[in-house]
């Protein structure tokens, strides 16, 4: 009997102390793993605007972003917190026609637009982390 009380303590111990552990705080930016359509009806679900970075597999400045300013923890936590945010390769079979609609014409592009998908504002090239909560904060301060 002692030893189930012993096991049941330590598996207590072990999982309670799991959440105090940083590795498993958030970091950076999270970005929706769907359909830009699925991105769509989660930010209206949930009342978000969208932010998209539109990116090419080729471009050295989107690999910058997504190393560094998507990373920040600072940027994760305001990005998280007040978008659905969507990385969309620009040159993929889905990723044409929306950049199309969007009017991007190099990269990286990133754009924010309500949960219809009306842009309200758009940015290009690499952005530092404190320029890129700034972006953000042009529609939700």
Known sequence: MKSKHLFLLLFLACTLSS????????????FFKGSWEEALIKAKKENKYIFIDFYATW???CKKLKRTSFKDPKVGAYYNKNFINI????????GIK??????????PTLIITDYNGKKK?????FKKPHILINFGRRIVP
């Open 19 to 30: 959440y105090n552990d940083a590795s498993y705080e958030k970091k950076g930016i999270t």
């Open 59 to 61: 471009c050295g400045p």
């Open 87 to 94: 990385s969309i390769d620009a040159e993929s079979k889905e």
């Open 98 to 107: 929306i950049a199309r609609r969007y009017g991007v014409s190099s990269y």
């Open 121 to 125: 504002t758009k940015t290009t090239g």
